[in-house]
């Protein structure tokens, strides 16, 4: 089966929950998109907003305090609130390549300094007491900026509570996470694979490892091990992986307006993002000298601008900054109000105004 263009974007928005607002909790729906941007403590929030019908800053604490989503370093070496049932697994797949890359940098590495490591972080430790206690174990092998990386390579860390909090900027600790992962080596990755194509299909096996953050070699060991796949061609001749069975939309279904944020994984799925935003928008959302994301709106589907919004007394305000040429749908000003009563519900006043299109999307 060959996908046009607008079946690949529309498959692409159903799995990650942009065609309609699903009533699920905010664990399942964290487990179920394999994992949100935590970079930017709003984020995963704002995140869920766009998604869910019963979106809460509360929902997403409650399942950060009984551990049911959890926060660490993971895919691409970034921030990330992942499913505590599956972190033990996806933990395992990103240790394995970084112990491979820090063991050739520090030889002495071996299971009694991770026994060490994992003692130590017991209990959370302030990110400098960690640094000095790696410091000691690993000599002057690394560079005082790169201990953590060595730490976090020998066990698996999380930042507990309340690290990942509504709005929360305070220094974060860390802490081992002490369950064993049930599966290793290529019958893990085998599982994150699967779990990938569900929220970010179809795709192939370097969208994944671009994602991932891991080598296009480790993602197709897994590969025999992620189950039953379907196979289709791309609009551009690409062979392009999915679950089975996937929901296909209607090509001529309706796109709802969508307020996303700062680093939303949707945009950072693939090696070609195409099927969510052009080209030339790409270059103005994605900031490539510091990996800044902005946050964005779907028009049709689509990245159609970027937004900002602010409080001054008792009113806020939503600016749209269209990127392209693209009418503001009716539905703009209720999700506006929707997400401004959610930054600020204190204010009396919401408003939600669109910026002129310049004609130039480009600096």
């Keep these: 089966m060959r996908l046009t263009e607008r079946r690949l974007t529309l498959r692409y928005l159903e799995r990650q929950l942009l065609l309609a607002r699903s009533p699920m909790g905010s664990g399942q729906a964290v487990r179920l998109l394999l994992g949100l941007q935590a970079q930017y403590s709003p984020s995963p929030y704002l995140a869920l907003l766009a998604r869910l019908d019963g979106a809460s800053t509360t929902g997403l604490e409650d399942c950060l305090r009984d551990a049911t989503v959890v926060k660490s370093t993971l895919m691409r070496g970034t921030l990330h609130l992942v499913a505590g ?200 959302v994605v900031n490539r000298s510091n990996g800044d994301v902005a946050a964005t709106y779907l028009v049709d589907g689509r990245v159609a601008g970027t937004w900002s919004a602010g409080e001054k007394g008792a009113a806020a305000r939503l600016v749209l900054t269209p990127l392209v040429r693209a009418e503001i749908p009716d539905d703009a000003e209720s999700e506006g109000v929707r997400l401004l009563r959610f930054l600020y519900p204190r204010a009396a006043r919401h408003g939600v105004e669109a910026a002129p299109f310049d004609g130039d999307p480009l600096p």
């Design 85 to 284: 049932a599956d972190y033990p697994v996806w933990g395992e797949i990103w240790r394995e390549q970084a112990t491979e890359h820090w063991s050739r940098r520090c030889p002495g590495l071996d299971e009694k300094t991770a026994a060490a490591v994992a003692e130590f972080t017991r209990e959370p430790r302030e990110r400098e007491e960690l640094r000095a206690f790696m410091g000691e174990l690993t000599g002057d092998a690394v560079t005082p900026r790169e201990l953590l990386h060595v730490a976090r390579a020998l066990v698996p860390l999380v930042q507990p509570p309340p690290s990942g909090f509504w709005r929360h900027h305070g220094k974060a600790s860390l802490q081992c996470h002490r369950e064993p992962p049930e599966l290793v080596g290529p019958a893990a990755m085998g599982r994150w694979l699967r779990a990938y194509l569900t929220a970010y299909g179809p795709a192939d096996l370097r969208d994944a490892a671009k994602f991932a953050g891991l080598t296009v070699g480790r993602v197709r060991a897994g590969l025999p091990y992620a189950g039953p796949v379907e196979r289709l061609e791309g609009p551009d001749g690409r062979e392009l992986l999915d679950v089975p069975d996937a929901v296909d939309p209607d090509e001529g279904v309706r796109v709802p307006f969508r307020l996303l944020p700062k680093w939303d994984s949707a945009l950072l799925a693939h090696t070609d993002r195409g099927r969510i935003m052009d080209p030339e928008v790409q270059r103005r």
